[in-house]
């Protein structure tokens, strides 16, 4: 399985960002998936989640209003839109697939990730 995480980069306070997740190398449409982000040192901080159909979705109080999670499955991709940024939201961003159809917090729970992508939002 690989999961390549793109759209990272640098961009003012207020700005837009859009992730996107390739996905490749088993059932995508069976699966929930999900975006973390990591600050230096500190572990891995859940997101936004997205259920395997993608009827159901999930956010950080910290993102919520201002993230929008998606996925479509028959291109086996899925994307995070990021409006409003702050410069908290400064981090190195991952997609992980679940090993459920249901959206879970627990880092455990996405057995694979793809590689991690910056995000740098300037004052």
């Known amino acids: 399985v690989q999961l390549q995480a793109s759209g990272g980069g640098l961009v003012q306070a207020g700005g837009s960002l859009r992730l996107s997740c390739a996905a490749s190398?088993?059932?995508?449409?069976?699966?929930?998936m999900a975006w973390y982000r990591q600050f230096p040192g500190k572990g891995r901080e859940f997101v936004a989640g997205i259920s395997d159909s993608g009827g159901s979705t999930d956010y950080a109080d910290s993102v919520k209003g201002r993230f929008t999670i998606s996925r479509d499955n028959a291109k086996e991709t899925m994307s995070l839109q990021m409006n409003s940024l702050k410069p908290e939201d400064t981090a190195v961003y991952f997609c992980?697939?679940?090993?459920?159809?249901?959206?879970?917090?627990?880092?455990?729970?996405?057995?694979?990730w793809g590689q991690g992508t910056q995000v740098t939002v300037s004052s």
């Open positions: 992980a697939t679940s090993d459920s159809p249901t959206i879970t917090h627990k880092v455990a729970s996405y057995d694979y």
């Open positions: 190398g088993r059932t995508f449409s069976w699966y929930a």
